[in-house]
């Protein structure tokens, strides 16, 4: 029996972030705040800047924000890329990425954005519409609507901090036009 690395956009996506964090947590501790979170003012003038609005991420704040994100990357990613291909979802995340990273530049100026959170949350909504047809809506993704961006929606109404809850948002409507859009 031989080990197949049968998803390489999400396996190798995980690795990237994995290197990050464990680098972030030994040897660079500045690393997520200089290159793999969002920019905080965004700068026009300078190209790192933009070059964050897609690195943000690969950045995680410790093991739990990593798991917890790359738990369901590695469940859906390899689906996802059995269906779509790989390299539709490296550009769905790479998407993701720069959507989720530009509204939290243009919304929230003053705030730091880190994490895969809004790449999850694109898979979700993404594997919720793979079966779907011409003419038709899969219940299970209005009902992943629902339950997901409805969720994220009502924490952002009742909790303080909307920032993350925002790019959830974000990344799920991002793979909902995404799903749509494949299918056509």
Not at 24 to 32: D, K, L, M, R, V
Not at 79 to 103: H, Q
Request: net charge positive; no cysteine; charged share 10%.
């Amino acid at each position: 029996m031989r080990i197949r690395y049968n998803a390489p956009v999400t396996l190798t996506f995980t690795l990237f972030a994995a290197v990050v964090l464990v680098v972030s947590q030994t040897i660079a501790p500045g690393i997520i705040l200089s290159f793999f979170s969002t920019p905080v003012p965004f700068r026009t003038n300078v190209f790192v800047d933009y070059v964050r609005l897609f690195t943000h991420v690969l950045g995680h704040e410790n093991i739990q924000h990593f798991i917890g994100n790359f738990t369901m990357i590695l469940l859906l990613g390899p689906i996802l890329e059995s269906v779509y291909g790989s390299g539709f979802l490296f550009l769905s995340i790479l998407i993701t990425a720069l959507a989720t990273g530009l509204s939290n530049a243009l919304l929230f100026p003053n705030v730091v954005l880190l994490g895969a959170s809004g790449v999850v949350f694109m898979m979700i909504m993404l594997a919720s519409i793979t079966n779907f047809s011409k003419g038709e809506v899969p219940l299970t993704f209005i009902l992943v609507m629902i339950v997901y961006l409805g969720g994220q929606v009502w924490d952002a109404l009742t909790k303080q901090d909307n920032i993350s809850q925002f790019s959830h948002i974000i990344g799920g409507l991002v793979g909902s036009i995404l799903g749509f859009y494949r299918k056509k």
